[in-house]
């Protein structure tokens, strides 16, 4: 899916500049884009920055995790 393809970030940030750049492989760092890019959107949130918004609470970023995840199982909820 994501092999032949150039990989050109298309989210910005701090936070997101530091994950990226620590991946080497392109292909990688676009597979991980796109995923981050379902999460946000997800979320309803534009800026990976805001994914740090409760950074002091991690049950509750647990809990979005989770119900996202259970949302990937369930084709109505996406």
């Known amino acids: 899916m994501f092999r032949n393809k150039v990989f050109e970030p298309t989210l910005t940030g701090f936070s997101y500049r530091i994950f990226i750049e620590g991946l ?3 292909v990688t760092k676009a597979a991980y884009t796109f995923a981050l ?10 800026n ?10 991690p049950k509750f970023i647990q809990n979005q995790i989770i119900d996202y995840l259970i949302c990937l199982r369930n084709p109505i909820c996406l």
């Open 24 to 26: 080497k492989s392109a």
């Open 48 to 57: 990976p920055d805001d994914l740090l918004r409760y950074q002091d609470n």
């Open 37 to 46: 890019q379902k999460y946000m959107k997800h979320l309803k949130i534009d």
